[in-house]
């Protein structure tokens, strides 16, 4: 299997534009999460999806960020309108049932 | 709440020198314990993990053993390298209904030769 996909690796926009990231979680796992990480705040838990529905949601930003997960092997998070602070690492990562949690390589967003 | 407490960093050790990571843990029920390692420019992967109260984990030369009279989850390793320098994070998932980790802030390592 070739892990956790996330796409674009890099990506750079000015602000006010809309971004969308992309995540296709190994095969077969059932829960898919995404992460922020920034050297002021650490990893921080955006959300979490189970069987392709939303389970906590609680450290979605606000409401200019948004996710989805229409199928079992694909997921998204949109930014819109993306501000500067937005700029950190964006990483996916999937699991199957409480097991180790496999993480992609992560999307270096900058938001000029 | 649960939360994961690890210690400051960064560690700075030399090259063949001990090493311990501390993580302690508050958390309602029996959770299952983890050290995640994030390379730089990379994302996070196992590195070991131990599921119930006196289970010792262990991958790499790294080791750390579940105790919960202290609920600690220290890391230690005898003879850190250069390619150990990483951000190492300490985590919990409670055995419960959930896959959600909780993860402490991480800790950096930097080994010179």
């Known amino acids: 299997d070739a892990g956790v996909i996330q796409s674009p690796r890099h990506e750079v926009t000015e602000m006010g534009q809309e971004v969308t990231l992309r995540c296709k979680p190994i095969?077969?796992?059932?829960?898919l999460f995404w992460y922020r990480q920034t050297m002021m705040r650490g990893l921080e838990l955006l959300i979490y999806?189970?069987?392709?529905?939303?389970?906590?949601d609680s450290g979605m930003p606000e409401d200019r960020f948004s996710a989805k997960m229409p199928n079992a092997s694909f997921s998204t998070l949109k930014i819109q309108p993306s501000e500067p602070r937005d700029s950190a690492v964006y990483f996916c990562?999937?699991?199957?049932?409480?097991?180790?949690?496999?993480f992609g390589p992560g999307t270096r967003l900058t938001v000029l | 709440g649960d939360s994961v407490t690890q210690m400051e960093g960064p560690v700075t050790l030399s090259e063949e020198a001990f090493l311990t990571i501390n993580c302690t843990y508050t958390?309602?029920?029996?959770?299952?314990l983890f050290w995640y390692v994030q390379y730089p420019g990379e994302g996070l992967q196992l590195l070991l993990k131990?599921?119930?109260?006196?289970d010792k984990g262990s991958n790499k030369g790294f080791e750390a053993t579940y105790r919960k009279e202290t609920t600690s989850f220290h890391l230690e390793k005898g003879s850190v390298q250069v390619s150990d320098s990483a951000v190492y994070f300490c985590?919990?998932?409670?055995?419960?209904?959930?896959?959600?980790?909780?993860f402490g802030t991480g800790t950096r390592l930097q080994v010179f030769p």
């Open positions: 990562a999937s699991t199957l049932r409480g097991n180790e949690q496999f």
């Open positions: 095969s077969g796992h059932n829960s």
């Open positions: 999806f189970n069987n392709n529905v939303p389970i906590d």
């Open positions: 958390a309602t029920g029996y959770p299952s």
């Open positions: 131990a599921t119930k109260a006196d």
């Open positions: 985590a919990l998932i409670l055995s419960y209904n959930t896959d959600k980790l909780i």
